[in-house]
T-cell receptor, first 111, second 113 residues
C-alpha cells in the first residue's frame, strides 16, 4: 500500500463545476504539498500546509492532521485547470527531508 | 528572476552508458532535491543536497550519485544505465527553511535504449 493515496485517479468535469481531489496518507508528517503538473512535465507548487486551510484565488486546500487527510478544491473550474494534481507529504520530526508523492489525479475540464 | 533551470531537456542514451544531468536552483535557494518520475507515476525522491553534502537519500542504488557546487547548482549522475532508468528527472530547489516552498525545474527526459 502506498504511503500517499489520491482519489480519484481521473476526473472529468464541465467548466464551472466545483472540483474536489482527496489525499490520504499513512505516516506522520510535518507538511503536505499540493502540486500541479502540466503536460510536458513542469511542476508548480500550489500549497504547502501543515494545518487548517489555505486559499489562493479559486483554489482551496485543507488538511486534517488527526485523520491524515487533505483535500484540494477548485471552485468555478476552467479548461486551463486541466492538469495532473499531485499530493506530496514531508516526514515529521524536522529531520526528514524526503517528499513522498501520490500518483496524481488527472483533471480534465471541458468547455 | 530565473527559476530552476535544468539541462539538457531531452537525452537519449544506450544501456550501460553514464549520464550527467544538471540543475541550477532559483536565485536565493541553497537546497536542491532530485526526483525520478516514470511515465504515469508520481515522482520518487532520489536525494537532497545542502551545503554541498547529500543530506538525505531515497531508495535508489549507488549507481545514482550527485554533487552540489559552491554556487548551489547540482548534478545528478547515473552510471551503468538500465532501460528502467528511462524517466523524467526533476530538480527542485528551496531555501533551508521549514516553510520554504519548492520550485521545480521543467525536468530532463531521459530515454535509455
Amino acid at each position: 500500500k502506498n504511503e500517499v493515496e489520491q482519489s480519484p485517479q481521473n476526473l472529468t468535469a464541465q467548466e464551472g463545476e466545483f472540483i474536489t481531489i482527496n489525499c490520504s496518507y499513512s505516516v506522520g508528517i510535518s507538511a503536505l504539498h499540493w502540486l500541479q503538473q502540466h503536460p510536458g512535465g513542469g511542476i508548480v507548487s500550489l500549497f504547502m500546509l501543515s494545518s487548517g486551510k489555505k486559499k489562493h484565488g479559486r483554489l482551496i486546500a485543507t488538511i486534517n492532521i488527526q485523520e491524515k487527510h487533505s483535500s484540494l478544491h477548485i471552485t468555478a473550474s476552467h479548461p486551463r485547470d486541466s492538469a495532473v494534481y499531485i499530493c506530496a507529504v514531508m516526514g515529521g520530526g524536522g529531520s526528514n527531508y524526503k517528499l513522498t508523492f501520490g500518483k496524481g489525479t488527472l483533471l480534465t475540464v471541458n468547455p | 528572476d530565473a527559476g530552476v533551470t535544468q539541462s539538457p531537456t531531452h537525452l537519449i542514451k544506450t544501456r550501460g552508458q553514464q549520464v550527467t544531468l544538471r540543475c541550477s536552483p532559483k536565485s536565493g535557494h541553497d537546497t536542491v532535491s532530485w526526483y525520478q518520475q516514470a511515465l504515469g507515476q508520481g515522482p520518487q525522491f532520489i536525494f537532497q543536497y545542502y551545503e554541498e553534502e547529500e543530506r538525505q537519500r531515497g531508495n535508489f542504488p549507488d549507481r545514482f550519485s550527485g554533487h552540489q557546487f559552491p554556487n548551489y547548482s547540482s548534478e545528478l549522475n547515473v552510471n551503468a544505465l538500465l532501460l528502467g532508468d528511462s524517466a523524467l528527472y526533476l530538480c527542485a530547489s528551496s531555501q533551508d527553511l521549514f516553510y520554504s516552498p519548492l520550485h521545480f525545474g521543467n525536468g530532463t527526459r531521459l530515454t535509455v535504449t
